[in-house]
């Protein structure tokens, strides 16, 4: 098997009907800066935890990219051939072969479901309303439904006056829960366009009777328009509660499924297609909210909320031409997500309406699984066990999670470094003094703990910083100390240092291009 593939041999590859996984492995803020088309972003840090659940076949083709293929893709191809994946391979000079080629890149993030949307947008002709004129609705006291597509925890961090939360696919499927007039004009919205876009086509593809509009750029356009936003302080309200026309709802999945040529799946179709995995990738994704996933799911079953699904396929289903079941209690939502995969570009889409059999269920958030197992040669400390040494000595605690996840919450006097640094870091500190290497949830710290080489005097925090915060001790946030820069994550531009108002600009105008960009790529398939 050879360890190269070249630009020429991976664009036939991407062209053709065969599964494979293309994964970048540099860190996520290289990847938005320019990466290939149809490259899923797992940095080498994340490697072990991410890989396993979204490429869970050892026989997978993968390849695997970074900037030039000397040195990141080739110690990720070193891993996962030491892990069972058989047939691995680096792209030859990485994306400067490809440019050499005179192949497109590309920036951004989940760079091809947002051109989906773009396209959605384009060759559907899906109303939009400007921002200017939905303030002047208001102002008239016009009556509208505002609604918010995002997932809830995203809404809460701000929205938009009088906006009510229905999370993507769940949105034809509550309509009738907070829409009770047909004449009633209903604005989707979301940060941007994408999920807008979807939304509101969505409610048209099932043939609402309301007049339905996408609010042109989302939440960004409404402030760029110089309107305020506010912080909801409500709790869910349209999604919370059983829908109220079902019958209707089951009709219009049933329609949208006979027009697209998508198959329901049984219990047995299911079991059968998951049983062959040797000889291809079955990927079994229920959409439903996270509420109904804990409370019973399949144990084959990912989870994905439908719209998040929609919004970011690379994230979700690496393998491309991969087949992929979407699965639900009653195929409703399920039946959407799969209609928008199918148009997309993916061939081999079906609808699992879970409970209308029997069916074994399992409780719980999706459990994380790994490649390689933390290290367990690495000792480590209770939350108090730590609580204690800080009062006693002078100890590093080295934080190891993105430096997002290190600005919204970390330990008091933890400092924000790297995995890749790791080595060097602890080089270059005093090594009469303890070290604690700290995470989300420990287990990143303790697979990190294996490039500590031989520094004595590393220990993990066990259970991590969840672990820390619930045994009630302080907790800190904001960038106060980093050993490496901030730049290894992206941000949502209003998030992202600089000046805001340029960031959401540049962003949408991102957005916007992609069209131009996508309709001269040959290896897009989107049927619209």
């Known amino acids: 098997m050879k360890s190269y ?117 384009a060759r559907l002709h899906t109303p939009s309303l400007k921002p200017e004129e939905l303030a002047r609705r208001r102002q008239a006291g016009e009556p509208f439904v505002l609604i918010d597509c995002r997932p809830h925890e995203e809404y809460l961090k701000g929205s938009l006056p009088g906006s009510i939360n229905i999370p993507g696919v769940e949105l034809f499927y509550r309509l009738a829960n907070v829409v009770d007039d047909a004449s009633l004009p209903v604005v989707v919205h979301c940060a941007g366009r994408t999920r807008s876009i979807l939304g509101a086509q969505s409610l048209r593809d099932a043939g609402v009777a309301n007049p339905v509009y996408a609010l042109e750029n989302g939440t960004m356009g409404w402030l760029l328009a110089g309107y305020q936003g506010v912080q909801p302080d409500m709790p869910a309200a349209g999604f919370d509660a059983a829908p109220r026309n079902p019958a209707a709802a089951l009709a219009v999945a049933d329609r949208l499924r006979a027009s697209l040529g998508i198959g329901l799946a049984t219990r047995a179709t299911v079991g059968a297609w998951c049983d062959a995995q040797a000889t291809g990738t079955t990927y079994v994704v229920d959409v439903r909210t996270a509420q109904e996933y804990c409370a019973g799911h399949d144990a084959r079953a990912a989870h994905a909320p439908g719209g998040q699904l929609l919004q970011a396929t690379d994230k979700y289903l690496m393998v491309q031409n991969a087949r992929v079941v979407v699965a639900d209690d009653n195929g409703v939502r399920a039946s959407m997500a799969a209609a928008w995969l199918r148009r997309m570009g993916w061939s081999h889409v079906a609808v699992w309406p879970m409970f209308a059999e029997p069916v074994e269920l399992v409780c719980g958030p999706e459990p994380r699984r790994y490649c ?157």
């Open 5 to 121: 593939i070249a630009a020429e041999e991976l664009l036939a590859l991407g062209n053709g009907d065969a599964q494979f996984a293309l994964i970048d492995v540099r860190e996520e803020r290289e990847f938005v800066g320019m990466h290939l088309l149809k490259a899923s972003s797992v940095p080498l840090r994340q490697l072990e935890i991410d890989v396993p659940a979204r490429v869970p076949r050892r026989e997978c083709s993968v390849v695997l990219c970074d900037g030039d293929g000397r040195v990141e893709a080739l110690e990720a191809a070193r891993r996962m051939r030491s892990w069972g994946y058989a047939d691995v391979r680096v792209l030859a000079n990485g994306l400067e072969g490809w440019r050499g080629a005179g192949l497109p890149l590309y920036s951004g993030i989940h760079t091809l479901s947002k051109a989906f949307g773009e396209a959605v947008e």
């Open 372 to 528: 390689a197992s933390p290290c367990p040669d690495v000792p480590g400390v209770s939350p108090a066990g730590l609580a204690a040494l800080v009062r006693e000595t002078e100890v590093d605690v080295l934080d190891l999670d993105t430096s997002l996840e290190y600005e919204k919450a970390h330990l008091p006097g933890a400092r924000f470094v790297k995995r890749r640094s790791l080595r060097r870091v602890l080089n270059e500190l005093d090594a009469g003094r303890q070290v604690v290497l700290t995470s989300s949830d420990g287990v990143i710290a303790r697979l990190a703990a294996a490039d500590a080489g031989t520094r004595a005097g590393v220990t993990v925090l066990e259970g991590g910083k969840a672990a820390w915060a619930m045994q009630g001790l302080p907790m800190s946030s904001g960038p106060e100390s980093m050993l490496d820069p901030p730049d290894d994550v992206w941000r949502r531009p209003v998030e992202s240092p600089g000046d805001p108002v340029r960031n959401m600009k540049e962003y949408l105008s991102w957005e916007v291009g992609l069209t131009q960009q996508i309709n001269k790529d040959k290896s897009v398939r989107f049927t619209l």
